[in-house]
């Protein structure tokens, strides 16, 4: 799907399923991988690649905010961003991302009841504020909040990440991979370039597929009982 063919279209896709999410028991619901965090990381992606002295962001050493130029402007700002798609002549990196296969694929499933999570109240507001782009891999995995992940995973039998066997919160989750988000999310800004990005991409478009699948089961189940 065209970045601007999905702009142009867009909903939540919460509002879009609130139906279905219902019959599932949530009450309160939230995007799983939200449009800006994945668009963000990408433009900062491809500038990395770009020689010192030609890169259009910067960020303060080991430091997790991602600037505009010289300025205090975040890149992380639906404003800016939706500003900047709109405007006839890009900057490069915004050429280049949108010509993205991987990213026109995550696009074309974005709008899926498989990018629908059960959230609990207050929870999608403290995500958007709690400096990681919105990856719900360095949100639900910090040490504050995956007591809250784990209430969730049980209390709605969640598919939340299906081909990451590795990140399981109903055990250990004192373990590595409940850093600080913080840390996180420098360490996952430090190793960005293009090519993760792209295997991220398909990673992420992969996992909103497969709880496709699971929950419309799940739907169908729920309409016999």
Same mark, same amino acid.
Do not use: V
């Given at each position: 799907?065209? @970045? %601007?063919? *999905?702009l142009e279209a867009f909903q939540p896709v919460e509002k879009k399923f609130e139906k279905e999410t219902k019959k599932l028991g949530w009450e $309160?619901?939230?995007v799983l $991988?939200? *449009?800006? =965090? @994945?668009y963000v990381i990408g433009l900062y992606a491809f500038d990395k690649e770009k020689s010192? =002295?030609?890169?259009l962001y910067r960020r303060i050493e080991d430091g997790f905010v991602i600037f505009v130029g010289d300025t205090n402007q975040r890149l992380y700002s639906n404003n800016y961003i939706l500003k900047r798609i709109k405007e006839s002549k890009q900057p490069d990196n915004f050429s280049k991302l949108n010509q993205l296969k991987e990213l026109k694929d995550f696009l074309s499933v974005y709008n899926s009841i498989g990018n629908v999570i059960p959230i609990w109240p207050g929870g999608n507001e403290s995500r958007g504020k709690f400096d990681? $782009?919105?990856l719900p891999e360095l949100y639900f995995l910090d040490k504050k909040i995956a007591p809250w992940t784990k209430y969730l995973l049980e209390k709605y039998d969640l598919n939340l990440f299906p081909d990451v066997d590795e990140i399981n919160l109903l055990h250990g989750i004192e373990s590595r991979k409940t850093l600080k988000n913080k840390s996180k999310t420098v360490e996952f800004l430090d190793a960005l370039d293009v090519e993760s990005y792209k295997k991220y991409l398909v990673r992420i478009t %992969?996992? @909103?597929e497969e709880r496709e699948k699971y929950l419309n089961k799940k739907l169908d189940y729920c309409q016999l009982i």
């Open positions: 799907m065209e @970045i %601007k063919d *999905f $309160y619901t939230d $991988y939200s *449009f800006l =965090g @994945i010192m =002295g030609k890169q990681c $782009y919105d %992969k996992n @909103i």
